[in-house]
């Protein structure tokens, strides 16, 4: 079996020591235990320090590059001890929380991240949003999965959603020139479809239990803040039919409406106009 001989390793001391030593233990545990889900190689790459800042710093990110997240994470800790006042101990910082996000340490890898913004403002690597883009793809990691023993992802706790989604509008608030726009763009359509397939559960888990107005606040929810998602003519359809639960008729009318306009071709769009055939005549104005 393998194993981490922590004793043994040359930590330096300060806060970057504690980041390498909790991914040491993450990574250690994992390894010894068979897991493979960090990424790494089976084992703990060595480590040959130099009396270079630079040198130290290239070394991990090579180590970075090759997931070797314990060794990339002892070079980078080891520059904010040894050079403190080099360029490379701020880099270094960054490097850890890169490490840490390798490491699927993800709670840790957003609280250094926002330290990193916090405590250096004006650097480039937060000015062009990159600190941040990493902290809404950390949130974006943590999102439920969908293992077969488990419940479907719509069905859990929404929290690590709804926190990326939070993130990354922010990220595009801010960051109207970002190079990384394009990823955020793309994370955010995906976590919209996640909280999409959620409030369409919620909602057909009212209709199924006669919740009729708890099925249009679900609908409206959804169709307000994630159109374009793939659910826009099944909701249009659904919330329809939630609205004459209700005794809304000239609701239903409105989004069937809405649904055959924008939606002419589909199939409900059909159904639609043959719905609001059979509402009642609407009442004239005052």
Not at 129 to 141: C, H, Q, W
Request: hydrophobic share 40%.
């Amino acid at each position: 079996m393998f194993s981490i001989q922590l004793s043994r390793l040359p930590w330096p001391r300060g806060r970057g020591a504690a980041h390498a030593l909790a991914l040491a233990l993450a990574l250690g545990l994992a390894l010894a235990t068979g897991a493979t889900a960090c990424g790494g190689k089976g084992g703990v790459a060595s480590v040959d320090y130099s009396v270079s800042a630079q040198k130290n710093y290239e070394r991990g990110l090579k180590m970075l590059g090759d997931k070797e997240w314990v060794a990339a994470a002892k070079y980078f800790a080891f520059i904010k001890s040894r050079f403190p006042y080099s360029k490379y101990a701020v880099l270094a910082e960054l490097r850890l929380a890169d490490a840490e996000f390798g490491a699927e340490q993800y709670l840790e890898a957003v609280d250094s991240y926002k330290l990193f913004e916090k405590f250096h403002p004006t650097h480039e690597m937060v000015v062009n949003g990159y600190a941040s883009l990493r902290i809404a793809e950390a949130y974006f990691k943590m999102l439920p999965g969908d293992l077969w023993i488990l419940p479907p992802s719509y069905e859990k706790d929404q929290t690590s959603v709804e926190e990326a989604e939070q993130q990354l509008r922010s990220f595009l608030t801010r960051y109207k020139d970002s190079p990384f726009r394009k990823k955020a763009e793309e994370l955010l359509a995906r976590v919209g479809k996640r909280l999409a397939e959620h409030e369409w559960y919620v909602a057909r888990y009212y209709w199924d239990r006669g919740k009729w107005m708890g099925t249009v606040l679900r609908l409206r929810r959804l169709l307000d803040r994630h159109p374009g998602v793939g659910y826009d003519v099944d909701a249009l359809w659904l919330l329809g039919r939630a609205y004459v639960k209700v005794e809304m008729p000239e609701r239903a009318r409105e989004t069937w409406t809405e649904l055959v306009t924008k939606h002419p071709t589909t199939g409900k769009a059909a159904e639609a106009r043959d719905a609001i055939a059979r509402l009642p005549a609407a009442a004239p104005p005052k």
